[in-house]
Nanobody, 125 residues
Framework: QVQLVESGGGSVQAGGSLRLSCNVS????????MAWFRQSPGKEREGIAS????????SYADSVKGRFTISRDNLKSPLYLQMDSLKPEDTAMYFC??????????????????WGQGTQVTVSS
């Protein structure tokens, strides 16, 4: 059974940086799409970054484009989200997600089957 565990969240001032990690354990298929989502209290979960199985394609939400970078070497290595120029509106619980056996990228929540428990990011002004 595939499990995802996020880490790297914390508190930071506006303009700062954080790097989130998502460790993948279990028998994950090599051909799996992955993504980062976030959710603030009272808001719907938002897809912010996605990466193809080979890492050659990425997609981003407009709200984070140019500030966040998703990356991974392969499915055996962690998924990362480098977050720069953080803003108070980036405050949220961040989740990684995986869709086994699917290529390409997607920011749609329904396109993912496996989810981590999340890591909290708080950005103060």
């Amino acid at each position: 059974q595939v499990q995802l565990v996020e880490s790297g969240g914390g508190s930071v001032q506006a303009g700062g940086s954080l790097r989130l990690s998502c460790n993948v354990s279990g028998n994950a298929e090599s051909n799996s799409r992955m993504a980062w989502f976030r959710q603030s209290p009272g808001k719907e979960r938002e897809g912010i970054a996605s990466i193809s199985p080979g890492g050659d394609r990425t997609s981003y939400a407009d709200s984070v484009k140019g500030r966040f970078t998703i990356s991974r070497d392969n499915l055996k290595s962690p998924l990362y989200l480098q977050m720069d120029s953080l803003k108070p509106e980036d405050t949220a619980m961040y989740f990684c997600a995986l869709k086994p056996g699917r290529g390409g990228t997607s920011l749609a929540q329904y396109m993912y089957d496996i989810w981590g428990q999340g890591t909290q990011v708080t950005v103060s002004s």
